[in-house]
């Protein structure tokens, strides 16, 4: 009987609801169509995905980079327009030293040989190491030569002496004064030791040093003693002496490119440094290519 009931009564419900929402204007819309009429949000593109680190199996360490050895710095990258280039190093061919060792004696003026010998023996060592020193000059020795090139040499050498000797003096006094004029070329006759060995220079070494012996030093204080004792005034001459002089031959414009020169005298004892000694010879010639490539003689 209820169920008869509200049967009959379910139209009556439907009229009612119907009207209320027709009243109030609301809509009842599918959720597929509000769907389909909203509009839509901009799409938001996403971040690519980064890729995972691999995984580590159970148990492993994760691996990491090559450990550097102990102490040791990578290596910088060096592009070929940076390196500095390195410094040519110019051929020097050594000349026999020209050097003599004298003994003033009682009985005069004498060369000994033996003296001779072991100061140019200790004049090329230590030139070759002041060289060495100057990082831009490396020593060759002399070719062999026919006596016609030998006579060659000789001649430009003695020229090459005479140039050193006067540049030695535009040093000091009125010489000074004449430095821009100062002509330094012996000629091109030793430029086939250019072509035949690729050297630039050539390295000479010449002088003397005067030693007095005992002898003579003991007669040079009498004479000095007695000419006192009578009130006459003695000039010495003679004495001890030393000059020595290098210089660097041009071999393919035929000038001396460089040049020093050391002069000590002394009338009662042998002056300068005792070239026979080895040691003693190094640190003269050190003194020597101390300026190198400035020449004293012509220097402000």
Not at 33 to 39: F, G, R
Not at 100 to 119: K, M
Not at 200 to 209: E, H, K, N, P, R
């Amino acid at each position: 009987m209820d169920r008869d009931r509200f049967a009959r009564q379910l139209p009556s419900a439907g009229l009612l609801i119907g009207a209320i929402v027709s009243w109030t204007g609301a809509g009842c819309i599918p959720i597929s169509s509000a769907a389909e009429e909203s509009p839509a949000a901009p799409a938001v593109t996403a971040a690519p995905a980064v890729p995972a680190a691999p995984a580590v199996p159970a148990g492993a360490e994760p691996a990491t980079a090559p450990a550097k050895p102990s102490g040791v710095e990578p290596a910088a990258a060096v592009r070929p327009a940076d390196a500095a280039p390195a410094a040519k190093a110019h051929k020097v061919l050594m000349l026999p030293p020209a050097f003599t060792e004298f003994q003033n004696a009682v009985s005069g003026l004498e060369a000994i040989p033996a003296w001779t010998d072991a100061a140019r023996r200790n004049l090329g060592d230590a030139a070759r190491e002041s060289l060495q020193a100057a990082g831009d000059l490396q020593l060759e020795p002399l070719p062999d030569l026919t006596p016609e090139e030998a006579a060659i040499l000789h001649d430009h050498i003695a020229v090459a002496q005479l140039i050193v000797g006067a540049g030695v003096q535009h040093k000091s006094g009125e010489w000074r004064n004449h430095r821009a004029d100062f002509d330094r070329s012996f000629g091109e006759g030793l430029r086939f030791l250019h072509e035949r060995t690729g050297a630039d220079y050539a390295l000479l070494i010449d002088g003397s040093q005067v030693r007095q012996s005992g002898g003579r030093v003991a007669m040079r204080w009498l004479g000095t003693l007695a000419a006192a004792a009578g009130g006459i005034l003695l000039v010495s001459t003679g004495g001890g002496g030393q000059v020595v002089n290098v210089c660097l031959l041009d071999l393919t414009n035929g000038t001396v490119a460089w040049f020093n020169s050391s002069r000590a005298t002394d009338i009662f004892v042998s002056a300068g440094a005792d070239l026979r000694d080895a040691a003693a010879t190094q640190a003269a010639m050190k003194k020597l290519f101390a300026p190198y490539p400035a020449i004293p003689a012509l220097a402000d």
